[in-house]
């Protein structure tokens, strides 16, 4: 029998996990599971059949010019989950960092999304085919 792939689970670090799991429940994920109940180190975060991993990084880790990753979430209706994330009060002034795909827009590679950085500035992407 041919393996299969079943599900991805990005892991994405962090400077501060705690900060970094709270920015998420604020977009509707729920902890799953941490490696300590007090100052974790690795958390596993859900929503939908959506799973993250954030794992503690060493200062070093974040210095520039190093990149961070770019996650892309495919939605149903990119305007309803902004609209949830405004009101929930995560999309502000300097979560999108002057991304011109701050507010949902159709772009020219035929999707129609809208992007922002959580604290440690990984990019999160969340889009729809037009």
């Known amino acids: 029998m041919k393996a299969h792939l079943q599900a991805i689970h990005p892991v994405l670090g962090a ?3 705690v900060e970094l799991v709270q920015f998420y429940e604020c ?5 799953v599971f941490q490696d300590t109940p007090l100052d974790p180190k690795y958390v596993a975060v ?21 990149d ?28 999108s960092q002057n991304s011109p795909w701050a507010a949902p ?13 959580d604290p440690s500035r990984n990019s999160l992407q969340f889009y729809r085919p037009l």
Not at 27 to 31: C, D, E, H
Not at 58 to 65: G, M, N, R, S
Not at 68 to 95: H, L, W
């Open 15 to 17: 400077s501060d996990v």
């Open 27 to 31: 977009l509707g994920f729920a902890v």
């Open 46 to 66: 859900k929503r939908d059949s959506v799973e993250l991993h954030i794992q503690w990084a060493d200062k070093e880790q974040w210095a520039y010019p190093i």
């Open 68 to 95: 961070r990753p770019a996650i892309r979430f495919v939605v149903n209706d990119v305007d309803a989950i902004y609209e949830e994330f405004v009101k929930g009060g995560v999309v502000r002034s300097n979560t």
């Open 105 to 117: 827009s159709n772009t020219p590679w035929g999707t129609r999304e809208f992007h922002l950085r």
